[in-house]
């Protein structure tokens, strides 16, 4: 297992709500990705953060936000819920120079379900 | 933008045999990075091999060695002597090298299901 923990497990909301995921990074990791996992798809790039800033972000609109504490941990907040937002959400943490980052570690995962 | 294509929804192999998963890659940069996740069905995506764009040698991890094929952009896994417990949804990703204080997202494909027979 990697050092890379999610909370919550599972998830159950309604459409319009508002939801925070929470993902705390391995040892010696300062960069958490999010991954929106739809159904049978791969993983996709939501954002990036690193020294508690967003420095890039995959094609998803401003209503999901996220936040990266002084410890590396990190948050990603969804506003305004709609049906195709339910998936696995997946935070990766990693170790960045600045330059480059290293490979990325995943966490098990939050499986959100928007009712 | 990069894409990445696992042209296999599933495959199926059996116990101690060896299997070989596709991934082409479409980028137009010379530098960059290149993974195999493996994901059971407890969710969590586990690293399986990486390879850098710039190393001609081919990785290899224990059972699981890839060939890289850079003018070919094409990236396949080799899983030796198959076990139960390699049961699950293969994806490759793509990273790019150079950061240039832009995020470094990964870009997996659809996934490989492998399934082992006993």
């Known amino acids: ?115 | 933008a990069q894409t990445v294509t696992q042209s296999q929804p599933e495959m199926s192999v059996q116990e101690a045999e060896t299997v070989t998963l596709s991934c082409t890659y479409d980028t137009s940069e010379s530098d960059y990075y290149l993974f195999w996740y493996k994901q059971p069905p407890s969710r969590q995506m586990i690293l399986v091999i990486r390879q850098e764009a710039y190393k001609q040698q081919n990785a290899t991890e224990n059972r699981f060695s890839v060939n890289f094929q850079k003018a070919a952009k094409s990236f396949s896994l080799k899983i030796s002597d198959s076990q139960l417990g390699d049961a699950a949804m293969y994806f490759c990703a793509y990273r790019r090298g150079y950061s240039g204080g832009g995020a470094d997202g990964l870009t997996f494909g659809k996934g490989t299901h492998l399934i082992i027979q006993p």
């Open chain 1, 1 to 115: 297992e990697t050092g890379v923990t999610q909370s919550p497990t599972h998830l159950i909301k309604t459409r319009g709500q508002q939801v925070t995921l929470r993902c705390s990074s391995q040892s010696g990791h300062n960069t958490v990705s999010w991954y929106q996992q739809a159904l049978g798809q791969g993983p996709q790039f939501i954002f990036q953060y690193y020294r508690e800033e967003e420095n890039g972000r995959g094609n998803f609109p401003p209503r999901f936000s996220g936040l990266q504490f002084p410890n590396y941990s990190s948050e990603l907040n969804v506003n305004a819920l709609e049906l195709d937002d339910s998936a696995l959400y997946l935070c990766a943490s990693s170790r960045s120079s600045g330059a480059s980052t290293d490979t990325q570690y995943f966490g098990p995962g939050t499986r959100l379900t928007v009712l």
